[in-house]
Nanobody, 120 residues
């Protein structure tokens, strides 16, 4: 069982940057595949990026986001650069016991989300 808490969201101007953080509970954090997801009102939740226990990364939003993890601190990060209004969404951190994840249905534990709003 893992508890996840996101932070770092807020209002940012287009072209700016944000770094989201996800703090995880428990001593077994390093055994989980982690992912970042986002959901805008009226749209399906979509995967942004995932990072495996060994550090392998998959990106589903190209070019501007970077996922990383610090197992010693039980924390996962999402660095977001060159933000666009289309990036406005609630961003969720999630954990999975599977080695590879491809979408929301593969995740087992979810944070409550942090809102990112990108203005013109």
């Amino acid at each position: 069982q893992v508890q996840l808490v996101e932070s770092g969201g807020g209002l940012v101007q287009a072209g700016g940057s944000l770094r989201l953080s996800c703090a995880a509970s428990g001593p077994t954090f390093s055994s989980y595949t982690m992912g970042w997801f986002r959901q805008a009102p009226g749209k399906e939740r979509e995967i942004v990026a995932s990072i495996r226990t060994t550090g392998g990364i998959s990106y589903y939003v190209p070019g501007r986001f970077t996922i990383s993890r610090d197992n010693a601190k039980n924390t996962v990060y999402l660095q977001m650069n060159s933000l666009k209004p289309e990036d406005t969404a609630t961003y969720y951190c999630a954990a999975s016991s599977a080695r590879v994840v491809r979408g929301p249905n593969d995740m087992h534990y979810w944070g409550k989300g942090t809102l990112v709003t990108v203005s013109l």
